[in-house]
């Protein structure tokens, strides 16, 4: 997950502030996303497990990735269901409630909105080689 900050930092000319004094917070909310994003997780939550307000979380989050905590908590749920569509056999509904979201139409929104395309048919696209 740093990586991938550090990729979008210096993809924008910003990389040295990662190396600043932010990256325990950053360590802390990527650590609290990862043990948590499989079930409800929001701001307050991360927020509260890294003792900040969640506009401060955000404004610090935001001016050293350049993204928000939800983005960060939506790219980690993706980055799993992505894994499980290829994976597993589990259905999009299974796949939905393993990454967070028990609403099956929820997921897949929330998927169409960040791959273009829902998750049955990235599935498909994937697993058929022409991704």
């Keep these: 997950m740093l990586l991938l900050v550090s990729a979008t930092r210096l993809a924008a000319g910003q990389g040295e502030e990662l190396h600043g004094a932010g990256?325990?917070?950053?360590?802390?909310?990527?650590?609290?996303?990862?043990?948590?994003?499989r079930g409800p997780l929001s701001l307050s939550d991360v927020a509260e497990a890294?003792?900040?307000?969640?506009g401060h979380l955000t404004t610090a989050v935001r001016r050293q990735t350049g993204r928000t905590v939800q983005d960060w908590i939506v790219e980690r749920r993706m980055t799993e269901a992505r894994?499980?569509?290829?994976?597993?056999?589990?259905g999009v509904a299974g796949v939905g409630r393993r990454v967070g979201y028990p609403d099956p139409t929820y997921f897949s929104r929330v998927f169409r909105r960040a791959h273009e395309q829902t998750p049955r048919a990235w599935r498909t696209a994937t697993t058929s080689g022409s991704r």
Aim: negative net charge.
């Design 23 to 37: 990256t325990g917070l950053l360590d802390e909310v990527f650590a609290v996303i990862e043990l948590r994003f």
């Design 50 to 54: 890294v003792h900040l307000s969640p």
């Design 83 to 90: 894994r499980l569509l290829v994976e597993t056999d589990l």
